[in-house]
């Protein structure tokens, strides 16, 4: 059973666009949303969080958007850039768990010049 | 420097064998993690550790055993390695008092044989 669903599996954006990454989430005992980026044969690399308690955080070109009601949150990158090419994977944390993190599959995002 | 680090990058084997994956980071952080990666691109936690004591388990053959010998480093050894334990391994780190901020290291890609 999969609480963090990230549906589509790759998405292609032109250079200087927006580019537009959503994730759904079943579990209500989620405190904070997370966005990481991986590159081949790395690491994922934090790169943005939300708490549940708010709708929108924003830093430099990300901004996470959470719609708690429809349990859906997303990542806008605006402007993209080719350096933006990665897989996004969203994250959520579990409540009082330790840090316990669940994942979605990721979305490989590819922008293209 | 490498924050998060992992040894050896890429580990091949035979089924039956004993295998150690080491992990150390130099962030100071108290709390470690190990996740595994799957064919279907799914990251999941398996362990964590919070100065050297177990705080997450899950379901998780007990074949693995994961070992912090200090707080800065969490080595995970399996026994008896089986086909479907084929995966990328990573291992991550954080402040206990933001758990939702991980940072991980760069992978060891285990192919069982």
């Known amino acids: 059973d999969q609480q963090v669903k990230q549906n589509s599996p790759s998405l292609s954006v032109q250079e200087g666009r927006i580019s537009i990454l959503n994730c759904d989430y079943t579990?209500?005992?989620?405190?904070?949303f997370l966005w990481y980026k991986k590159y081949p044969a790395e690491g994922p690399t934090f790169l943005i969080s939300?708490?549940?308690?708010?709708d929108k955080n924003e830093d430099g070109r990300f901004t996470v958007f959470l719609n708690k009601s429809a349990k859906h949150l997303s990542l806008h990158i605006v402007p993209s850039q080719p350096g933006d090419s990665a897989v996004y994977f969203c994250?959520?944390?579990?409540?009082?768990?330790?840090?316990?993190?669940?994942f979605g599959q990721g979305t490989e995002l590819s922008v293209k010049p | 420097d490498t924050a998060v680090s992992q040894t050896p990058k890429y580990l091949v084997t035979q089924m039956g064998n004993d295998k150690s994956i080491k992990c150390e980071q130099n962030l100071g952080h108290d709390t470690m993690y190990w996740y595994k990666q799957d064919s279907k691109k799914f990251l999941k936690i398996m362990f964590s550790y919070n100065n050297k004591e177990l705080i997450i388990n899950e379901t998780v053959p007990n074949r693995f055993s994961p070992k912090s010998p200090d707080k800065a480093h969490l080595n995970l050894h399996i026994n008896s390695l089986e086909l479907g334990d084929s995966a990328v391994y990573f291992c991550a780190s954080s402040q206990v008092t933001r758990a939702d901020t991980q940072y991980f290291g760069p992978g060891t890609r285990l192919t069982v044989l």
């Open positions: 994250a959520a944390r579990v409540y009082n768990q330790g840090g316990k993190l669940i």
């Open positions: 939300i708490s549940s308690i708010k």
């Open positions: 579990n209500s005992m989620f405190d904070y």
